[in-house]
């Protein structure tokens, strides 16, 4: 057999080929393109990666939020896909806004006493809020189940709402997952595919909810193909002393892990029952876990700066200390304090022009609150306010 320099040959079931044997095959110019190949010299042509909820949440990416019964994750869950849909900054983090679904597999009624809440104390329900409630349990798991039609329907709420979507809530894991057994690679391996199915068939970033292990709280509940398989992991756990919930990022593919807010939920009156007893659920109120101590150089516009200056004045008038029960993070940085309702009424005297139209006035004092919080001027903790020193 003729000798082959190294170089100029590889291997073939144990003898040297020349590589001239392999010329006369095809070359591509461009990969298959059903397996999204892309080559060395592509790979900077390829758009960024980009964030809906900045360092938080991906665009296209496969996330948990998880945490033990009881302790918000439901409320979280909806804060983010609500301030997603509407576009609002997030806990003082950017939000790239878009449409939002929410599949609400468990706890169906309770998901809407959840969204009155968030209109009464938290987004204005005038506001352009494009989240969409689906109050039905499915099976996203077995090959004759529910991820075809729930696809279309995606399909379908996506040319309803404008914009393909940005972020798909699943509540929870456990619910869609049928009779799929948590603890089995292939299961989790099946359930993991077709949210990735769902991912490709949409463009948006699919958070699934989910519990902790019952012997390590700080570890997701099932086989390690979820934590391998998943770009971003978000864990609540919850004082039972001082009801306060830390949300810590656990795992980030792209980005920083670590503490990430100081969480409280706010009781909210949404209405009476039959018998004329309050119906209340809960808001989140969210303390990034490093608040700045400065706030950042940016200019405010005409309607923000009259929001800062009503609040100046209600500080100087009515000042309070920061109660003892606001996280630390809150209490480390603001003084004093004053009620919302007493800010309020302070900006609506500075807006007297436009007393003649209230629904202007709220939404007015409403945009002027949500921007002072996200360039951390401001921080709300229950029904106090203050200035961040």
């Known amino acids: 057999?003729?000798?082959?320099?190294?170089?100029?040959?590889?291997?073939?079931?144990?003898?040297?080929?020349?590589?001239?044997?392999?010329?006369?095959?095809?070359?591509?110019?461009?990969?298959?393109?059903?397996?999204?190949?892309?080559?060395?010299?592509?790979?900077?042509?390829?758009?960024?990666?980009?964030?809906?909820?900045?360092?938080?949440?991906?665009?296209?990416?496969?996330?948990?939020?998880?945490?033990?019964?009881?302790?918000?994750?439901?409320?979280?869950?909806?804060?983010?896909?609500?301030?997603?849909?509407?576009?609002?900054?997030?806990c003082g983090r950017a939000v790239r806004g878009g449409p939002a679904v929410y599949l609400a597999a468990e706890g169906q009624q309770g998901v809407f006493k959840r969204v009155l809440a968030q209109q009464q104390r938290r987004i204005d329900p005038d506001e352009d809020v494009r989240l969409a409630i689906v109050p039905k349990s499915l099976d996203l798991f077995n090959d004759d189940g529910d991820l075809p039609g729930f696809v279309s329907e995606l399909h379908r709420l996506a040319d309803l709402m404008g914009d393909r979507l940005a972020l798909v809530v699943i509540d929870t894991l456990s619910c869609v997952m049928a009779d799929g057994e948590e603890n089995y690679p292939s299961d989790m391996g099946r359930l993991i595919m077709n949210m990735q199915k769902i991912i490709e068939a949409t463009g948006a970033h699919v958070m699934m909810l989910h519990h902790p292990s019952k012997d390590r709280p700080d570890e997701m509940r099932g086989h390690g193909r979820l934590k391998g398989s998943i770009d971003t992991s978000i864990l609540l756990q919850k004082d039972e002393l001082t009801g306060q919930i830390s949300a810590a990022i656990r795992k980030q593919k792209d980005g920083e892990e670590g503490p990430l807010a100081t969480i409280s939920l706010v009781a909210v009156e949404i209405g009476l029952d039959e018998d004329g007893d309050p119906i209340t659920s809960c808001v989140v109120d969210a303390v990034p876990a490093e608040v700045e101590t400065a706030p950042k150089k940016k200019r405010l516009n005409d309607n923000s700066q009259l929001g800062l200056m009503s609040l100046r004045e209600a500080l100087a008038t009515d000042p309070r200390d920061t109660p003892p029960d606001a996280p630390e993070a809150f209490r480390a940085h603001v003084p004093q304090v004053v009620t919302v309702d007493h800010w309020r009424k302070r900006f609506y005297a500075r807006k007297g022009e436009q007393r003649d139209n209230p629904d202007t006035v709220r939404k007015s004092f409403l945009r002027a609150q949500d921007n002072l919080q996200a360039i951390n001027i401001i921080r709300i903790h229950n029904k106090w306010v203050g200035i961040i020193q």
């Open 1 to 90: 057999m003729t000798k082959y320099d190294r170089v100029d040959a590889v291997l073939d079931g144990g003898e040297r080929v020349p590589r001239t044997a392999f010329a006369s095959r095809p070359a591509f110019s461009t990969p298959p393109p059903s397996f999204g190949t892309v080559f060395w010299n592509n790979v900077r042509d390829l758009p960024k990666n980009e964030w809906i909820v900045k360092g938080v949440l991906g665009t296209g990416n496969l996330s948990v939020l998880f945490a033990p019964p009881g302790s918000g994750k439901t409320f979280v869950a909806l804060d983010i896909a609500a301030h997603v849909a509407s576009g609002l900054d997030w």
